[in-house]
């Protein structure tokens, strides 16, 4: 991290903040923005072998052949 | 190893190394997905430890493309993903310059201005252009156009007459129409904005103020070297005063402000002076670094560098938040189409009948070559170059023939090279985002997560 101010926010937010674990070490943060350019809503329409949908919901085909969950 | 982790991914340094549980932020590339990851979860990614993490959170990581299968070429599955992208866009959009005249003689600007302005053949034709793009591309959902200059409100009886045509032709076929503007704001007086706000569904004008009224009227000037600054101010105040102006979007209209060393200090006072305005919640502002536009050399002069930029843009974005200004999401997101070059159903029409794949052609001396020129409106359509050098930039990309540096760099489904037009001039750029991308994963992070105002 470059910025100094940046820094000092952060430590301030850490600080500050009752700690918590992640459920399974991972918690996404941006799913609906992310969705947003990828064809559709990535939380109804999960590819299961990480490939990419090749029609939109409420379709969900995934390419390569793959299902979705 | 089935699996492998994707090097498409940016990872923050531990957010706080005095916490029991280290965390970081992980941010996928490929699918846009940034996510907070224990440190331990982050190590089992790096030395391949896969089977370690549990068959739920190894399908997650694989439907967020944090892992990918080990035996797939990520970069070339980037781009074949993005020409699909690019396909299934389901719009045809115009850049459309009704005229090459522009009042201002901005000493960075690459073009070079004439009173021609759109005959109404070149109009008919553009119609034509656009029947012949929908009869082409039958999934169009959507016809979009962006008026572009010279100065387009100096061409203002082409766009009223294109537009309602345009208009008209989408409605025929089902199709949405939108449209935006890119104005130096001189002659966007309040009555103007309605009209094309209302009736010609012209939801964004991206209007240019390099910073404060000293600076801006050193370098925003007419031709005859009048200032502008105060001008253009007393139109956006008004127009933002209209009981209508928020009636289609939140923010019509866009500050643009262009940067380089003799300004870049200014640009927190400009933030104020739009907050004395009582503007925070009526427009949206951007930086822009100062480029080589053209034959101009004003990014070589006087120009940041992509570190210098990078670091300020962070400390710009920080001062919004504090001033109060609305800002949601300031990440990257997953890009299909680098911009307009790549999309054949993407073009520009200039104010002769040139028909060009990028914005930055028409009116510049550098892109007078016929390899920058699909061709003209006016001439029979057998004459027309549809293999101009910008529009093969994927392929080219697949091929290594042009910048190999992309296919290794991380940002790589974000950004797509930035501007394949420098790439083809030798003139390598990275975007800034390159140099500040980890600062803005944590300023994402604290601007979700918390009220960032009360930690400055």
């Not at chain 2, 965390?23 to 391949?48: H, M, N, P």
């Not at chain 2, 005959?119 to 008919?124: G, H, L, P, R, Y």
């Not at chain 2, 706000?197 to 000037?221: A, N, P, S, W």
Request: aromatic share 10%.
């Amino acid at each position: 991290m470059k910025s100094k101010r940046l820094k000092m926010a952060l430590q301030k937010f850490s600080e500050a903040r009752i700690e918590g674990g992640l459920e399974d070490g991972f918690e996404v943060m941006n799913l609906d923005e992310a969705s947003s350019t990828r064809g559709g809503n990535l939380a109804g329409c999960t590819c299961n072998n990480g490939s990419n949908y090749t029609t939109k919901p409420p379709d969900c085909t995934c390419n390569n052949g793959s299902n979705y969950a | 190893m089935i699996f492998k982790l994707s090097k498409y991914i940016v990872v923050t340094d531990v957010l706080d190394p005095n916490s029991e549980k280290q965390q970081r932020i992980i941010f996928s590339t490929r699918s846009g997905i940034s996510a907070l990851i224990e440190d331990a979860v982050y190590q089992k990614l790096q030395v391949g430890d896969f089977t370690g993490l549990g068959n739920n959170v190894l399908s997650r990581f694989m439907d967020y493309e944090i892992i990918v299968n080990n035996e797939e070429d990520e970069f070339q599955e980037i781009l074949k993903l993005n020409k699909l992208g690019v396909k299934d866009t389901k719009s045809v959009s115009m850049t459309i310059q009704p005229t090459a005249n522009c009042q201002l003689g901005c000493f960075y600007c690459g073009q070079v201005h004439s009173k021609q302005t759109m005959s109404a053949d070149v109009q008919e034709k553009i119609l034509q252009r656009l029947i012949y793009q929908l009869d082409r591309q039958r999934d169009t959902e959507l016809v979009h156009t962006t008026w572009y200059g010279g100065e387009p409100l100096m061409g203002y009886s082409a766009i009223i007459n294109l537009s309602n045509r345009m208009q008209e032709i989408a409605r025929d076929r089902g199709l949405a129409y939108g449209a935006y503007m890119i104005t130096n704001g001189l002659s966007l007086k309040k009555d103007i904005f309605t009209e094309l706000y209302l009736h010609h569904k012209i939801t964004r004008f991206q209007i240019t103020i390099d910073t404060v009224k000293e600076h801006h009227d050193k370098r925003r000037i007419t031709k005859k070297g009048e200032s502008t600054f105060d001008i253009i101010m007393k139109n956006i105040v008004e127009i933002c005063a209209l009981e209508h102006y928020q009636a289609r979007v939140k923010h019509p209209i866009f500050i643009r402000m262009n940067v380089d060393e003799s300004n870049y200090q200014h640009v927190t006072e400009f933030i104020d002076y739009i907050v004395s305005l009582g503007l925070k919640d009526k427009v949206e502002m951007g930086f822009f670094p100062i480029s080589n536009w053209g034959d101009k050399n004003a990014g070589d002069e006087q120009g940041l560098t992509t570190n210098e930029f990078a670091e300020l843009e962070i400390e710009w974005l920080m001062y919004m938040q504090e001033q109060g200004f609305t800002m949601e999401y300031i990440l990257p997101l997953r890009n299909y189409d680098v911009c307009m070059v790549v999309n054949e159903a993407s073009e520009v029409y200039d104010a002769t009948g040139n028909i060009t794949p990028c914005y930055e052609f028409p009116y510049t001396p550098k892109y007078e070559d016929k390899k920058y020129i699909i061709g003209n409106l006016l001439e029979d359509e057998s004459t027309y170059n549809n293999k101009t050098q910008v529009r093969g930039w994927y392929d080219d990309l697949a091929t290594c023939n042009v910048s190999p540096k992309c296919s290794k760099c991380n940002l790589f489904p974000v950004c797509n090279g930035g501007c394949p037009k420098d790439w083809y001039n030798g003139e390598v750029k990275c975007p800034t985002v390159k140099a500040n991308i980890e600062d803005k994963l944590v300023l994402q992070y604290l601007m979700d997560k918390s009220s960032l105002k009360t930690l400055m």
